[in-house]
Structures are given as structure tokens and as C-alpha cells.
């Protein structure tokens, strides 16, 4: 039971002991940082609570083979997701070290993302699934070959990689935020008696859901059935609001580091040669240039802020910032939506890229700080940057104390830099 989760040994041991004297609550709150099995530990306390036997991992009962593969009927998974890192992984693994392992890995990432689209989800509202629905069904068929006994390991191994671009377009028809008619359709599945001993509802983001979303959640964790647990995951606890939270118990997990992040490279990842002390920089190595380069986006970003002013009239004096301005051939706009795409909305649709929005910010102070440092720059250059980091501070307080979307906190931050500097 809960032998693939690395790393979290207090959760692990009072998760079993819940199990084992039937004291587990309805309703639980996952709350650590990102890479730190928040999820995955979810799927396992579902399908312990499934099992008919010992709950192992290799456990042959029909209730652990449905979930090892992520087809149980008593499951529902919501919530924003970003796949395309793992499934890449997924599919480099089944190239490098094809076995079952792999294969399981490779599907049950692919499922994280389909399960999302669950006809359950979208009671009533079928017809926001006709654009997933084509999508969908040409991952089912190519993920046939990818199971146990489907095609050979180079098949298998050639099916991921087509699969993965039409995975990347479902992703971008989720949700930023998880919207009022999922809660709804979630609640009424809930309700319904399970097909087996337990139904569990997974939420991941809890943080991220708008007014109209929380207010029906709340609804529903005041009197969850008996027979269905919800689990909520999150990276930041302090965004969930105090209602949320009084009705659910608290799970904390921890980051993963040393020994415990070797190992999962290592027995999960299969990447016994890569030499990462830390889950951020396995995945830091896998992000493209673009994306790890924030120090260049940075400049990007005060170079096009600048030309955006001298567009607008104003002429600089300094050298310098003259010079970075006509260095600025984007519009302010170009700057975050590219930065965007590639940073998942800056964490707002993956998780794992949460760091992005205020490193994003820093790279503009930086690149500032690095124009004060020439001697042609003076007092104009100071008081831009002295603006420009009121403005960062601002953004990032309202990011991380009230949730609000990093890329209209961008959006603002520019327009409120390029019309005070008129």
C-alpha cells in the first residue's frame, strides 16, 4: 500500500493508519509544493480504498487493475492540468527502457489529461466537449497499442509520440480555472451510489476556482455522501479560502530532495545517470532554452516596455535606456503571450511552472539594475526602475495573496509602466 510514493513517509503512515482503523475523513486537503506526489498519492488512496484485498501495488483484485490504468468507473479527476512534460518523459521512457513500467507510466500520464474530459463532468453540457470529443478518440485508439500485450516495445514507442501533440491540443481546451458547471456535475455523480466500495473525487488546484465554483463546493463538503471522499490538492494553501479549509483535513507534503529525489529519477524516471539533486532541476533540464532564459525574456520584456513609451511622444535622454528602447522591436503584449505559452500561462495551467511569474518580474528588475550599473545612466533611468519595481511588487503581492491571473497582472503592470511614463 502506497509503495510507489516516495519521499512523503508522515503522509504515507497516517494515510494507512486512517485506512486501517476507519477514521479517514470525507473530505482532505493535499497541500505542498509542486513535484511532491500531491496526485499521485490521490489515485493511490483511491484505489486503496477500492481494493478487495491487500492493496499493493501488484494487487490482482479487478478493482486495482482498473485503477493501476485509470479507467475505475469510481473515480473523478478535475481541475487544471499540464501533461506535456510528463508525457514527453513517458515516451522517452518507453524508447530508452521499454517494458511494463514504462508502459504504465506512459498511459496513466495520457489519463491524468483524458479523464478530465469525463462525460461525467459535463452533465448538461455536452456540447462543450464537441471540439475533445475527435481528439479523444484518436488518443484512445493509439493508446490501445501502448497496454500490456498491445503492440511491440517499437510500436508502442512510435504510437506516444503521435499521441502527444493531440494531447497538447486537449490540454488547451481545459480550463484555466475550474468552472461552476464541473462542481455542479460533480456533485451529482457524487451522489450516486459506487460500483464498487468507495467513489473518490480528486480536484487538483483547489486554489484556482472562481467565486461561483467555491460557493459549490462548499455546498457539497457541508454534507459529502458517505460513500464518496474528496481529495484537494494544492501548492498554495494560503489562496483557499478559510470555509474551504475548515472542512477538510490538512495533508502537508514536503519537497523532495537528496536521496529521495535520487531515487525516484532513478526507479520512477529511469534516469540513473542523470545526477539531479532535485525534482526542479530534473524537469529544469527538460524545459527548452527559450523557457529556462528568463533573464533574456526579462530584457525583452523592459525593451519593448521602453519603445512602447517612445512611441507614445517621449524621447530618452540617457544612452542607455535610448539604446535598449530601440532594441525593443516587440509590443509589450508579444512579450507575456510568448512567455506565456511556453510557461503554461506562467504556472496558472502547470504547476510546475509556478516560479515563472515572479522570476518573470525579477528579470525586468535585473535588467534595470543592470542599466544602473553604466555610468552613461542616471537619475531618468532610476526613477523607471524605482517604477518599474513598485509596479513588480504590486503584481506579485496581488499573484500570490489573491490569485489572480499572472497574465492579466502583466497585461496591468505594462499598461500602468508605459501611461506613467508619458
Excluded at 79 to 89: A, D, F, H, V
Aim: net charge neutral; hydrophobic share 40%.
Amino acid at each position: 500500500m502506497f509503495e510507489n510514493i516516495i519521499g512523503q513517509a508522515a503522509v504515507v503512515r497516517n494515510l494507512v493508519d486512517g485506512l486501517k482503523s476507519d477514521t479517514m475523513p470525507g473530505s482532505l486537503l493535499f497541500d505542498g509544493p509542486s513535484l511532491s506526489a500531491k496526485l499521485t498519492t490521490g489515485l493511490e488512496l483511491a484505489r486503496a480504498s477500492s481494493c478487495t484485498q491487500d492493496a499493493s501495488w501488484n494487487c490482482p483484485c479487478a478493482e486495482c487493475t482498473r485503477h493501476r490504468i485509470l479507467v475505475h468507473q469510481d473515480i473523478l479527476l478535475l481541475g487544471p492540468k499540464s501533461s506535456r512534460m510528463e508525457l514527453e518523459l513517458g515516451a522517452d521512457m518507453l524508447e530508452r527502457v521499454p517494458g511494463l513500467a514504462s508502459r504504465y507510466f506512459f498511459i496513466r500520464a495520457v489519463r491524468k489529461l483524458t479523464r478530465r474530459f469525463d462525460r461525467e463532468l459535463y452533465e448538461n453540457e455536452e456540447n462543450r466537449l464537441a471540439k475533445a470529443l475527435p481528439l479523444l478518440r484518436t488518443v484512445f485508439e493509439a493508446l490501445d497499442a501502448c497496454l500490456p500485450g498491445g503492440a511491440d516495445d517499437t510500436g508502442t514507442t512510435k504510437e506516444a509520440r503521435k499521441i502527444i501533440p493531440t494531447c497538447v491540443k486537449l490540454e488547451s481546451l481545459l480550463p484555466d480555472a475550474t468552472p461552476v458547471f464541473q462542481i455542479r456535475s460533480m456533485e451529482f455523480w457524487a451522489r450516486l451510489a459506487p460500483f464498487g466500495k468507495k467513489k473518490t473525487i480528486i480536484l487538483e488546484h483547489a486554489d484556482r476556482m472562481l467565486d461561483a465554483s467555491r460557493n459549490a463546493l462548499l455546498k457539497i463538503l457541508e454534507e459529502p455522501p458517505i460513500h464518496t471522499r474528496f481529495i484537494l490538492t494544492s501548492s498554495r494553501r494560503q489562496a483557499i479560502i478559510p470555509t474551504v479549509l475548515s472542512r477538510v483535513r490538512n495533508y502537508r507534503f514536503s519537497s523532495r530532495n537528496g536521496d529521495d529525489a535520487r531515487t525516484i529519477i532513478e526507479r520512477v524516471f529511469r534516469c540513473p545517470e542523470d545526477g539531479s539533486t532535485n525534482l526542479e532541476i530534473f524537469f529544469g533540464k527538460r524545459q527548452s532554452e527559450g523557457i529556462q532564459d528568463m533573464a533574456v525574456s526579462g530584457r525583452e520584456w523592459i525593451a519593448a516596455l521602453l519603445a512602447a513609451i517612445e512611441r507614445s511622444g517621449r524621447t530618452f535622454i540617457e544612452v542607455p535606456l535610448a539604446a535598449l528602447a530601440v532594441a525593443g522591436g516587440s509590443n509589450p503584449g508579444e512579450i507575456i503571450a510568448g512567455v506565456a505559452a511556453g510557461t503554461g500561462k506562467f504556472g496558472a495551467s502547470d504547476d510546475t511552472m509556478a516560479w515563472s511569474f515572479p522570476a518573470f518580474l525579477d528579470a525586468g528588475s535585473k535588467t534595470f539594475a543592470n542599466l544602473l550599473r553604466d555610468g552613461q545612466s542616471g537619475k531618468e533611468t532610476l526613477r523607471l526602475a524605482e517604477c518599474y519595481a513598485d509596479l513588480a511588487r504590486d503584481a506579485l503581492l496581488r499573484y500570490s495573496s489573491y490569485n489572480l491571473n499572472p497574465v492579466a497582472l502583466a497585461e496591468r503592470l505594462a499598461d500602468s509602466f508605459i501611461g506613467g511614463n508619458l
